[in-house]
């Protein structure tokens, strides 16, 4: 046994308010075994790992009760594994434990990492600081073996550069040399996955999978995606509300869960909400629309060669010496009515094509009509009346949201600004009857967004994007952020509306089973052009491009 929790309590202060983030949990880890703690944001999984390997401040924190026993390496080089309880150590023991014999990847690398100081220079740090024997020149070697561990290209060249330089990929990889550089006893992985594209979180996995079995060494996985869980996980740990309300091995948690809150979990599965829509329609068929019907209507979004290049800018004068083709020659057409799903890897231009269509971006060539109307060169004023038809929800709600303004503010500015309602009063009760229709209550209305969680500020920028009535909404990564049943929730509700008002969606996502369970057709997009489009069904079952053969193959999924 290598670490073994008993009753852990991590009580955290907020003013007078106690706040228990961790209520009596016990758990243990194996040598060499890879332990998955799983739950929803607020569930206190990532507090759990803090208080492991102490990184919580104690003017903010207490443990009433619990243990932490820690077997870990040789801490005097005489030998001898020595038998550590983490609460009661002295401040002493814990540095030499905590990033040598504890190391931690955590969740966002970019505010992880120092922005000031190389790559290099933070992996050598936390080599001399564990083996100040070691000089400059071997440590930069180590640095360099270590970018070479976890296959950063160019190892001798990266060393030296800074984080921003780096893509989010390679900052993780980055993250996880400099907790790998000690070979710790015990890897604590918080969420080191989840704001990286398909494919990079594919080989970030296997890579952690490689270097746990080439080292021998346990990992404390955290996540909230059953998916990663499925591929990475022995033994699984179900997390809410600061306990643990199930455990077991990885195919009884999955496979065979006891309690109903894991059950919830794992019915609210894009997989598991398609297989539920599937047979509901086996049931109540939709009627069908012929492919003539389809064809002889003219699209409501029409794309024709659209291009946005972003100019690169050197030297004194700042002279255009290239440009970044974000968008590079795309056609795409959205019939009225239709989700179509556009699906691609960061920076492969899917959130700028979004925003090219709605004028939100300026196009470099190319033509854009809607409803058979050419909007590619409008004025800013002869657009007012395509806004009110041409909405768009953001992937970040929060940073999209004025925190100034109550929620009734944000939704019927945009009503007083194209005329909608009579007086104000009457523009807030049409907001009302919006945000209740997003099941959220009427009287949210005077709050402010901070007062609100993640999915419930989804809810009202789906709220703000309904108040107008439009016909055409660009969903922009509206899920990536969300726990999954949060998700569900929300793609469920999008459903609804999509059927009961006729509404046309561009839903962008780099979630593929999200995809399966929402859209008509797919459109796949890698370096600024569709490669691949189609009925979802088909390029999922057979796609015939080999980008996005790839992208598919790298989707975690979980078999039930």
């Known amino acids: 046994m290598l670490l073994q929790v008993d009753n852990l309590k991590t009580y955290l202060r907020a003013g007078k308010n106690i706040v228990k983030a961790v209520d009596g949990i016990s758990f243990s880890i194996d ?17 759990t790992a803090l208080s492991v390997i102490q990184l919580i401040p104690n003017d903010i924190c207490s443990h009433p009760d619990g243990r932490i026993t820690f077997r870990g390496g040789d801490l005097d080089g005489n030998g001898v594994r020595e038998t550590l309880d983490m609460l009661t150590v002295s401040e002493e023991i814990k540095r030499k434990v905590c990033g040598a014999r504890i190391a931690m990847i955590f969740q966002e690398p970019m505010t992880s990492l120092n922005p000031v100081f190389t790559v290099g220079d933070q992996i050598i740090e936390v080599l001399q600081i564990y083996s100040p024997e070691m000089d400059d020149a071997e440590a930069r070697r180590c640095a360099i073996a270590a970018l070479a561990q976890v296959q950063i290209p160019d190892p001798e060249v990266r060393i030296d550069e800074f984080p921003h330089r780096l893509s989010g990929g390679q900052r993780q990889r980055v993250m996880i040399a400099m907790a790998m550089a000690c070979e710790p006893d015990l890897l604590i992985a918080d969420e080191p996955t989840t704001a990286l594209d398909v494919t990079v ?14 080292k021998g060494m346990s990992i404390l996985f955290i996540t909230h995606d059953f998916g990663v869980v ?27 869960p006891k309690h109903d809150y894991t059950k919830q979990l794992l019915a609210a ?37 659209l291009e946005v290049y972003f100019p690169i800018k ?13 968008v590079d020659g795309v056609d795409l057409q959205i019939p009225k009515g239709q989700l179509l799903a556009l699906v691609g890897e960061s920076g492969c231009g899917k959130t700028t094509l979004g925003r090219a269509i709605l004028r939100l971006v300026d196009s470099t060539a190319g033509t854009i009509a809607y409803n058979q109307q050419e909007i590619t060169h409008l004025q800013r004023k002869a657009m007012i009346p395509f806004r009110r038809d041409m909405q768009i929800i953001f992937q970040d709600p929060m940073s999209s949201l004025n925190p100034r303004m109550t929620v009734v503010g944000t939704l019927i500015e945009p009503m007083a600004v194209h005329g909608i309602g009579e007086s104000k009063d009457e523009r807030i009760e049409i907001a009302r009857k919006i945000l209740e229709r997003v099941q959220l209550d009427g009287d949210h209305l005077w709050r402010y967004p901070h007062e609100f969680s993640g999915g419930q500020r989804q809810r009202i920028g789906l709220a703000r994007a309904l108040v107008l009535n439009p016909e055409f909404i660009v969903c922009d990564e509206i899920t990536s952020a969300l726990d999954v049943s949060v998700q569900a929730e929300v793609l469920q509700l999008l459903m609804e509306l999509r059927a009961e008002k006729e509404l046309t969606l561009l839903f962008i996502t780099h979630d593929i089973s999200v995809v399966e369970y929402v859209s008509d057709e797919m459109a796949v997009m890698h370096n600024g052009k569709i490669v ?22 790298a989707v975690p999924r979980l078999i039930l």
């Open 31 to 47: 040598r060499g075994e890879v332990f998955c703690l799983v739950g929803e944001s607020g569930s206190g999984k990532s507090i």
């Open 269 to 305: 599965l894009p997989e598991n909400l398609k297989r539920q829509r599937d047979l509901q329609l086996i049931e109540n068929p939709l009627p069908a629309i012929s492919a003539e019907t389809a064809l002889a209507q003219p699209p409501l979004i029409d794309v024709q060669q």
């Open 201 to 214: 979180q594919a080989e970030i996995l296997r890579l952690m999978k490689a270097l746990q079995k080439r």
């Open 532 to 553: 691949e489009r189609g009925p979802t069904a088909d390029i999922c079952r057979n796609p015939q491009k080999e980008y996005t053969q790839n992208l598919l193959s």
């Open 314 to 326: 050197k030297g004194l004068f700042s002279r255009t010496v290239d440009h970044v083709k974000a």
């Open 230 to 256: 499925a591929k990475m996980a022995d033994r699984v740990a179900v997390m809410r509300k600061g306990k643990i309300v199930e455990e077991g091995t990885l195919q009884q948690v999955l496979h065979q």
